[in-house]
Nanobody, 130 residues
């Protein structure tokens, strides 16, 4: 069973920055669309998770959901099989549990969705205070 290991997260004030990281096995890293979903407090159903940003390491293609465009940047370190999510200009509404996820193949051009993912991390909490 694949394990996606997340780190980062924490609490910052609005306008601040945080960085998340997610490490996968070499096979998953090289062959899966990888990225982040988030789940706001009070949303209990996993399919309600909102897509954030995704990357496919084979061609460095990326996808950002509108809510984070211009503020978040997803990147990767091929030597470490690790992807990063740099989050700037954080807002109160960015608060939530952030989950690393991986889905086989290229990232769906219309935006990866919950049901397209095969593996999930345990999540890391991001709290933005206003």
């Amino acid at each position: 069973q694949e394990q996606l290991v997340e780190s980062g997260g924490g609490s910052v004030q609005a306008g601040g920055s945080l960085i998340l990281s997610c490490t996968a096995s070499e096979y998953v890293y090289n062959n899966y669309c990888m990225g982040w979903f988030r789940q706001a407090p009070g949303e209990e159903r996993a399919p309600e998770r909102e897509g954030v940003a995704f990357i496919y390491s084979r061609d460095n293609s990326t996808y950002y959901y509108d809510s984070v465009k211009g503020r978040f940047t997803i990147s990767q370190d091929n030597a470490k099989n690790t992807l990063y999510l740099q989050m700037n200009s954080l807002r109160f509404e960015d608060t939530g549990m952030y989950y690393c996820a991986a889905g086989r193949g290229k990232c769906y051009s219309g935006g990866p969705g919950y049901y397209g993912m095969d593996y999930w991390g345990k999540g890391t909490m991001v709290t933005i205070s206003s």
